[in-house]
Structure formats: structure tokens, C-alpha cells
């Protein structure tokens, strides 16, 4: 059974700083490409980052670019999204996802975790 578990969200002031980290488990973890996404409350859920299967690719949305960094570590099977100079407009539920390829399109991705909260205060 496909598991993914996002830990490491909470309420941070602007500025602040806050690692996720996503432990997958019930398929061959090196096989996938992972990503983040995030769903502020009323809009779309959005791409944050992707990391390709050996770590060796990354993308970022714009919006987070400079400020927040994807690694995973496969001996692990975890993924993890360390956010620095955390902005109000980063609170959103995050979640992180897994497909054999990289994507940035939410409907192409197989499976998802639960998602964890981060609020950001001003």
C-alpha cells in the first residue's frame, strides 16, 4: 500500500524557516520523481518543486525560487523541502507527491500524501 507522510509543517513568523519532510513507503521509492505542491484555503492547489529520481534535476515555481530548496535522500526513502525567508503568502496546506517522471501538472501525479499546515505570520 502506497504511503506518504508530510511531516515538519507549523506557524512560523516571516523571515522564519521550516524544513518538511515527506517518508514514502509501499513502492520502490528510487523509481519515482517527487514533488511539493501547496493549496492555500479558496485556491488551486499549485507546483512548488519537483526533484528528479537521483536527485540530480530540480525545478522550482518562481515564486519560491532562491528561497526554498527540494533534496531527497533515496537510502531514506524521504523527500524534503527546506524553506527559508518564509513569506504570509507561503501558508498553504503543502503536500508532497510521486510519479515515475517529473511533472509540474497536479492531475498527472499518482499519489499524494495527507498534506501539513504552514502559517506563516507577519
Known amino acids: 500500500q502506497v504511503q506518504l507522510v508530510e511531516t515538519g509543517g507549523g506557524l512560523v513568523q516571516a523571515g522564519g524557516s521550516l524544513r518538511l519532510s515527506c517518508a514514502a513507503s509501499?513502492?520502490?521509492?528510487?523509481?519515482?520523481?517527487m514533488a511539493w505542491f501547496r493549496q492555500a484555503p479558496g485556491k488551486e492547489r499549485r507546483f512548488v518543486a519537483d526533484i528528479s529520481r537521483t536527485g540530480g534535476i530540480t525545478n522550482y515555481a518562481d515564486s519560491v525560487k532562491g528561497r526554498f530548496t527540494i533534496s531527497r535522500d533515496n537510502a531514506k526513502n524521504t523527500v524534503y523541502l527546506q524553506m527559508n525567508s518564509l513569506k504570509p503568502e507561503d501558508t498553504a496546506v503543502y503536500y508532497c507527491?510521486?510519479?515515475?517522471?517529473?511533472?509540474?501538472?497536479?492531475?498527472?501525479?499518482?499519489?499524494w500524501g495527507q498534506g501539513t499546515q504552514v502559517t506563516v505570520s507577519s
Open positions: 507527491a510521486a510519479r515515475p517522471q517529473l511533472s509540474t501538472v497536479v492531475t498527472a501525479y499518482n499519489y
Open positions: 509501499g513502492f520502490i521509492f528510487s523509481n519515482y520523481a
